[in-house]
């Protein structure tokens, strides 16, 4: 509120300075925030962080100054406080980390506040900002030697005493005019001296100027061509017109039906009439395949927005999209926080995937759902994309909360990929296994070399073996911090944990009984490598996995080798069933469907449908009918028969009975909530006494407490709640609203005290 009169109730303060000359956040964004704040229970600071990129946040960094008219001698301070002074006046100003550190004293607040109550010395506060724009030196040559006859004297004078000058001079001028800018850098590489080019520009011959460039870095349009199908054309259709009734729609496409084409066309449209794209992804991964492909038709209208980007290109891709030119916004999660001005169309691919909801830390949300908000707020149409939608957005779809397209077949009609189940059990007792092998996929791994096709192995787990384990008291050496077992890396040569990274060499005596014989218990990718080097060492291959992919442009370097049929088998985690298009891959095995099927969590047979369905999609997507291979000692098993038939509807019809029958999602909504505390009897006294609150509070609707699959993270034991509520929009605000109410409640209580309180909306 702007007025001439200052504020009666306190005093005001000054501006001094106006940071940014426009805002960097607008009315828009702090809307979708607040709303996201209220539905995931966080607080508006923290959506700020997740939000900006670092560096448009300024920090500020605490300085401490001497007051020089304070007199030591004459104050009543104790020990510490004269140590401080001391260093004090051997420095203008310090910072109180600095200080902290040479005082080696942790609790050095309170301190500087007694030295600041007698006014021994000033706190200083400095803003600094984190983004610094990049630039780069252009030359060119001087006005004074622009004319042809200026030029040739100029080479005159040159040629004897300084060719290497004259070369420059020669590079600079050939295809260009002589006013022309050029890149030093690019001289440089070019071959030319660099003394040469100082030389030029002690002498004034060459003019040199430092200017801000882009970051960003563009792949070239290439005005492909295309036309949809009829099955394309339809769907299309059919998406238009739920547009027309202000709804999503939800495309169910089976793998390879020609989805990606149908998105590409629409954004195209929206280009078109000046509008900004939003392209939801659910891992790096996948973009870094699809940006090639879509840089072809969009150039340099195709942002990329992920976390392995660098701070500086963090900034100007959201400058960019704050300005409002047409662009596409390719990326993860965090994409949907983008300064959008002239959101045209939202597009979720692969919306079934869990990558899409954020975990830790707050805000805790879901991207597609938040990106549902989002379109209806910017009153823009929304496409969730997918082979195997999530129950709930199916559910959706069939109670008219959104439109259903459906595409069942593949693109050129490709014929579907051929699934054969492999039993585990009847292969080990016939003695055909070889090592995590069966032998019936190892014959089929030859016969695709020998047709120079390529595979994929999917393994859901990373690492060489996720445990190690004593053959005579099943010890298995576990995580300081965590209750988990570590998983043994063979290449690293080390025991890890996958929560908080602690690592130790591997062990070779059991640390209960002394035995000496540790057994190696399961596989993950770097096993499942190591295994067919062994019994196949004529295939070349290549992990696609965590570890693997940590650098930037790792995801590039692998998915481009395999397409340029370098690699002969990719051997990759969750990373390979997602969206992925190769032309030459006629084989993909699921290593070990088991560990899928039988986890403890009511979404279990819907992920390993999701993750089984999509990674066979990888296979035949051409004209070559491809195979897919799914290794399990249970053949039997409902989910994998579902698979084989190919039948999502059925398969639908089975899981909504389950959920309906056990009041799960979609026929109620959840929030779970940890409660973390270092010490297990503080956490389970708190526990019970929550539950008594709760009880009366909630009544059967909340659940707990109970000690979750892994108890103990990061030091910190654990203890879940759930609540169940009704599936009623106005019901549950009113549910969350006395839920944030009784937590505030616990936290001012005694019983709380050191007691930490995560709440995770709609939990995956």
Known sequence: QISNRPPLQYEAKYILDIIDDEPVVDRSQLTFWTWMSGYYLCSLGQLMAAALPAGLKMEGESKILLNPAFNASRADLDPIEHEILLILEQHVEMQISKLAAITKRKGIHKYLKSLYLKEAIYMKEDLESNYKPKTETFISISSDYQSDKELSALFDELEKRAPKQVEVLMRMISGSSPGSWHLQKDLHQSGLSKSAIKGLIAKDILISEEREVSRLQYEESQNLEFELNQSQKEAKASILSAFEEGKPVLLHGVTSSGKTLIYIDLILEHLAQGEQVLYLLPEIALTSQLLQRLAAYFGDQLLVSHS????????????????????????TRSAIFQPFQNLGLIVVDEEHENSFKQYDPAPRFNARDSAIYLAAQENAPIILGSATPAIESYYNALQGKYALVEMKGRYNNAPMPVIEIIDMKEQKKQKRIKGVFSDTLLQALEGVKA????????????????????TLCSWTPKCVNCDISLTYYKYQNNLRCHYCGYTREP????AACGNHTLELIGYGTERIEDELQLYLPELKSQRLDYDTTRRKTAH????????????????????VSKGLDFDHVNLVAVMNADHLLNFPDFRAHERAYQLITQVAGRAGRRKDPGMVYIQSAKPGHGVLHVIKDGSFEQFFEEEIEERKKFNYPPFTRLIK???????????????????????????????????????????????????????????????KMKLSKSIQDLQSSDAFKGVRITLDVDPL
């Open 308 to 331: 392995k980007f660098s701070t500086g290109e963090r900034v100007e891709i959201y400058n960019k999209v704050k300005s409002g030119e047409p662009v596409v916004i390719l990326g």
């Open 451 to 470: 047709e120079n096709k390529q595979s994929i192995l999917f393994q859901n787990r990373k690492g060489y073996v996720p445990v190690l384990e004593c």
């Open 507 to 510: 062990v070779s005596q059991c």
């Open 556 to 575: 590039k370097k692998i998915i481009d080798r395999f397409e340029n049929q370098e690699i002969d088998v990719m051997i990759g985690t969750q990373m």
């Open 673 to 735: 909530l940890t409660f973390k505390h270092k010490d297990a009897l503080e956490l389970h006294k708190a526990g019970a006494y929550a539950q008594e609150q709760f009880k009366s509070q909630f009544g059967p609707m909340m659940l707990g407490p109970e000690k979750p699959f892994i108890g103990k993270i990061r030091n910190m034991y654990l203890l879940n709640f759930l609540l169940k509520m009704p599936n009623d929009s106005k019901e549950i605000r009113g549910i």
